[in-house]
């Protein structure tokens, strides 16, 4: 039996700074090698996990709740030890962490895994350049996280003006303490940095438990996270173990709730209900359907801080026509949220206008062009319409390769 490791990167950022774009991104210009995914959302519908692209039986998800909130690795374990199986053929395994998860303690996990098959490939944390200060600010948690990073992707460059662009690649390039910080817009970076080569002179892939053991220190990882969480607006769990407790996790504070409804939502109620989302409602994402206001299409809504924006993109075949929707926020009413969503039901659906939808088209945004080159090693596959995001939570690997990964039109 071949002993071939199988590198594992974590791939981490905060809420919506573009680590599903990036995962998209990679799948697509993977330069022929064959990636595994596993996906950790935070909150019950597994938005993330529908909008990558898998390859057939490489995917998996982890959903409802940080999995750096995991008593143990055991769960991941199990997806790890799924995905290395010879037949699988993997080339390299990314684990999307959820905005809100500690990676130390997913990288303590990958540290601590008997799996034979795999070697721990590095931590990839994703800055949202636009967001950065404020995120920092009210999370210095952050600094902790870059200090622990091997590779610092500054994304959203475009979102930034140069001077502000100068500062900010010296405050991050200062908090990551010599790993490579490389600029982009929507993930556009050549994936040979993280599957092949490392940067030069950069200590990529070389955390070890005494870098953990560093700064205020990891979690011991065992219990509960301190604090509370607040899943599908329900269910509060708390608690707080010795030792856990030791420092403070960055989605301690925040709560999550998902929103589904079979009926359409209204798109002018759906915007007041946009335009006045609390301060504290800092992420949302999902699909809405605007029923009789556009049939044909589905409408990705993206909000991160007081950016928004909808990509609408023509129902998968096979689609249920549902709004699905997360949102994820500290210090908000998940009750109230979700009667003021409900609120924005279409009762009277044989009404619709056109002039309904402008204050939504205000917010529509053309998605990265999908004729682009890759930058230069895969070679690129169309993109693909439709929900053909694996998200196989235990599902058995597959034999050979799958189809090449496409990028998809979702979320992301
Ligand atoms: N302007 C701009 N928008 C971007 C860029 N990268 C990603 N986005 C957008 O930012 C939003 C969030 O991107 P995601 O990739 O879903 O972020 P994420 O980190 O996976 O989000 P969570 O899973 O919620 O933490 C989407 O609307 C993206 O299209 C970028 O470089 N520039």
Redesign the pocket.
Known sequence: MSKRQIPVVVLA??????????LNRLLRYSGGNRIGVIVNDFGAIEI?AM?VAGQVGSTVSLGNGCLCCAVDGSELDTYLEKLTRPSVGLDVIVI?A??LAEPQELVRMLLASENPYIVYGGLVE?VDAAEFDATRERHPEIERHLALADLVLL?????VDEAGLERLRTAVGGLADGAAVVE????RIDPELLFDGKPKGERFGQLSFDDLRDGDGPCDGYGPCEGEHLHDGEHLHEGGVEGHARHAHLHAAYESLSFTSDTALHPRRLLDFLDARPEGLY?I?GFVDFGAHDPGNRYVL?A?GR?L?FYPEPWPRDAERVTQLVL?GSGVEGGRLRADLEGCRDTEPQDARAEAMWGVLRYVDE?EPESEPGPGTGAETGAETGAEAEAETGAEAETGAGPEPALEPG??
């Not at 994304?155 to 979102?159: A, I, Y």
């Open positions: 950022g905060f809420l919506g700074s573009g680590k599903t774009t990036l993330d909008s999307e959820s905005g994703v994304n959203k460059t475009d979102r982009s817009t929507y993930g992420r994402k993206h991160v950016f924006r994820i998605r979320l992301g």
